[in-house]
T-cell receptor, first 107, second 115 residues
């Protein structure tokens, strides 16, 4: 059965720190891996990683996919209080989500 | 606003009552998904449509749940004889099917509380 495991489950940092969120997965037929940000409302799309696009970057956020070792990471540099949220990783298709990582950025 | 919309945003009901939620996808998106999310968990897949055809239902979807997308545009999710365990956030997402490049965009959700 396809599965996604995220770590850590929660993280507290101070503004300016760099954080790395982890997502490991098991899948029968890989299509894509997606990252979403959720702030007490619906998830908002961040990145999609596929076999043809294993590295993505947008501003202070970046993500890579390792299809051999079956994991992905989401990096956030120079964190801000507005980055506080739950970060969700999901296998593409009918999305299969991990439990999420709750990030709290303190001023 | 041309995003996914859901109605109502909040619903409180008594156990045993029926409830119906509506989702309006991004126009021209041919796929529509329903998910359920409980506190501290990621969303769980319930069912999805391509145009008006319901292509898959999760084992989580008991017989009390039914979903429709009659004209391939908006969709409804009905829960009959609600139970306290149905309390959750119900999320709708839509996408354009393009093989591995499919990206789902979520609506604001309907938060259901069953008393």
């Amino acid at each position: 059965e396809d599965k996604v495991v995220q770590s850590p489950l929660s993280l507290v940092v101070h503004e300016g720190d760099t954080v790395t969120l982890n997502c490991s997965y098991e899948v029968t037929n890989f299509r894509s891996l997606l990252w979403y940000k959720q702030e007490k409302k619906a998830p908002t799309f961040l990145f999609m990683l596929t076999s043809s696009g294993i590295e993505k970057k947008s501003g202070r956020l970046s993500s890579i996919l390792d299809k051999k070792e079956l994991f992905s990471i989401l990096n956030i540099t120079a964190t801000q209080t507005g980055d506080s949220a739950v970060y969700l990783c999901a296998l593409g298709g009918k999305l299969i989500f991990g439990q999420g990582t709750t990030l709290q950025v303190k001023p | 606003d041309t995003g996914v919309s859901q109605d109502p945003r909040h619903k409180i009901t008594k156990r045993g009552q029926n409830v119906t939620f509506r989702c309006d996808p991004i126009s021209e998106h041919n796929r529509l998904y329903w998910y359920r999310q409980t506190l501290g968990q990621g969303p769980e897949f319930l069912t999805y449509f391509q145009n008006e055809a319901q292509l898959e239902k999760s084992r989580l979807l008991s017989d009390r749940f039914s979903a429709e997308r009659p004209k391939g545009s908006f969709s409804t999710l009905e829960i009959q004889r609600t139970e306290q365990g149905d309390s959750a956030m119900y999320l709708c997402a839509s996408s354009i099917w393009r093989a591995e490049e499919e990206t789902q965009y979520f609506g604001p959700g309907t938060r259901l509380l069953v008393l």
